[in-house]
């Protein structure tokens, strides 16, 4: 098993930036793909990114493509989701999660291991 602990999240402007990190602890951190979800009130939990064992591949939704990016740090068993020119569309709680396969899934089914979320809150 893997715990993860997601951090960074608060109260930001339109246009402005934040970066949320998330820490594991428990099995090796580089066994795992590390993906990015978020919901909103009242929506379903919806894919952002996900990256590859080695932080080699990539994958982003089209609602963030260019304005996030996914990075990892297997020597410091962490992932980071960089946000830029957040939206107010983009407020949701963010949740970091990791799988055991191999290839980057992009739904919350294909995903073992869930963090507790951090709310990101993205004013007009």
């Known amino acids: 098993q893997v715990q993860l602990v997601e951090s960074g999240g608060g109260l930001v402007q339109a246009g402005g930036s934040l970066r949320l990190s998330c820490a594991a602890s428990?099995?090796?951190?580089?066994?795992?793909?590390m993906g990015w979800f978020r919901q909103a009130p009242g929506k379903e939990r919806e894919f952002v990114a996900a990256?590859?064992?080695?932080?080699?591949?990539?994958s982003y939704a089209d609602s963030v493509k260019g304005r996030f990016t996914i990075s990892r740090d297997n020597a410091k068993n962490a992932m980071y989701l960089q946000m830029n020119s957040l939206k107010p569309e983009d407020t949701a709680v963010y949740y970091c999660?990791?799988?055991?396969?191999?290839?980057?899934?992009?739904?919350?089914?294909?995903?073992?291991?869930w963090g507790q979320g951090t709310q990101v809150t993205v004013s007009s």
């Open positions: 990256i590859s064992r080695s932080g080699g591949r990539t």
């Open positions: 428990g099995r090796t951190f580089s066994n795992y793909v």
């Open positions: 999660a990791a799988r055991s396969g191999t290839y980057v899934g992009t739904t919350p089914n294909e995903y073992n291991y």
